[in-house]
């Protein structure tokens, strides 16, 4: 029963299209992220919620837009992809100071 | 600008052998260090931490030692094992704030049988 999961594991898209990626943790975590990992392997937080509530938003733009339904929800929403945008997106929880990460979904921007 | 950073992309070490993974950070108000193991395909697991009141942590084949006048601070494996072949990530950040680690770019380490 995978802890932190998220889906899909690979997205193939053209510039200008929305996409979406969905993340569930059944681990009863209060905080869960989004991190991204860039070209030169750095991953790099993009986006921090405590209980369905936003408490970290780095410089991201704004065509980036996450969502929480609930605390074991945190969903990313991309509008107008760009080829800049493709990257490993990693969704992870925690309740303290160790994370625990999903596996990963590899966006690429054609 | 990148606050932690791995300036070794790759290490490669005989099985048996001890592998140290190395690690830098600029900003001296971090308190609180983490290293992760990352498989292919899969995300990053949380592998050993340890906080600035201390300079070593050790559990199992693998110890943490921190030099806070440095601002460094390195992951030994020791012996290490075909099954450590992994990318190595350390991460950072105060202690009172865990909902934001600065991670560097990761060490691949290659332990030949």
């Known amino acids: 029963d995978t802890a932190v999961s998220q889906t899909p594991k690979y997205l193939v898209t053209q510039m200008g299209n929305d996409k979406s990626i969905k993340c569930e943790q059944n681990l009863g975590h209060d905080t869960m992220y989004w991190y991204k990992q860039d070209s030169k392997k750095f991953l790099k937080i993009m986006f921090s919620?405590?209980?369905?509530?936003?408490?970290i938003n780095e410089t991201v733009p704004n065509r980036f837009s996450p969502k929480s339904p609930d605390k074991a929800h945190l969903n990313l929403h991309i509008n107008s992809l760009e080829l800049g945008d493709s990257a490993v997106y990693f969704c992870?929880?925690?309740?303290?100071?160790?994370?625990?990460f999903g596996s990963g979904t590899r966006l690429t921007v054609v | 600008d990148q606050q932690v950073k791995q300036n070794s992309p790759s290490l490669s070490v005989q099985e048996g052998r001890i592998s140290i993974l190395n690690c830098d950070y600029t900003?001296?108000?971090?308190?609180?260090f983490l290293w992760y193991k990352k498989y292919p395909a899969e995300g990053p697991t949380f592998l050993i931490s340890?906080?600035?009141?201390?300079d070593k942590n050790e559990d199992g084949r693998f110890t943490v030692f921190l030099n806070k006048s440095a601002k460094h601070l390195s992951l030994h494996i020791v012996p290490s094992q075909p099954g450590d072949s992994a990318v190595y990530f350390c991460?950072?950040?105060?202690?009172?704030?865990?909902?934001?680690?600065?991670f560097g770019s990761g060490t691949k380490l290659n332990v030949k049988p």
């Open positions: 340890i906080s600035s009141i201390k």
């Open positions: 991460a950072a950040s105060r202690i009172y704030n865990f909902n934001k680690f600065y």
């Open positions: 900003n001296s108000m971090f308190d609180y």
């Open positions: 992870a929880s925690s309740q303290g100071p160790g994370y625990t």
């Open positions: 919620y405590n209980n369905k509530e936003l408490i």
